[in-house]
């Protein structure tokens, strides 16, 4: 199963690390990053699927900052 939603995506392709020392991360992540936020990244996926990428900026940022507020620095 392939992981990624629109071919040249930048958002969904992004390389997702955990936090490293110094960033400003306190909260190391909690599960793996394709385990993280659910919901916002469905509704992420779902909206690039039926509208486009430059169509769903505000999902797409929605579902970065849940990623930052597991501990994920992306």
Do not use: W, Y
Not at 17 to 33: I, L, N, R, V
Not at 54 to 59: H, P, R, V
């Amino acid at each position: 199963m392939g992981n990624t939603v629109a071919k040249g995506s930048s958002e969904v392709s992004a390389v997702i690390t955990s936090a490293a020392p110094g960033t400003g991360a306190t909260e190391k992540p909690k599960c793996k990053a394709c385990c993280a936020c659910p919901e916002t990244k469905k509704a992420r996926d779902q909206c690039i699927m039926e509208n486009g990428e430059e169509n769903c900026a505000k999902l797409i940022e929605a579902h970065k900052q849940c990623m930052r507020d597991q501990g994920f620095n992306i």
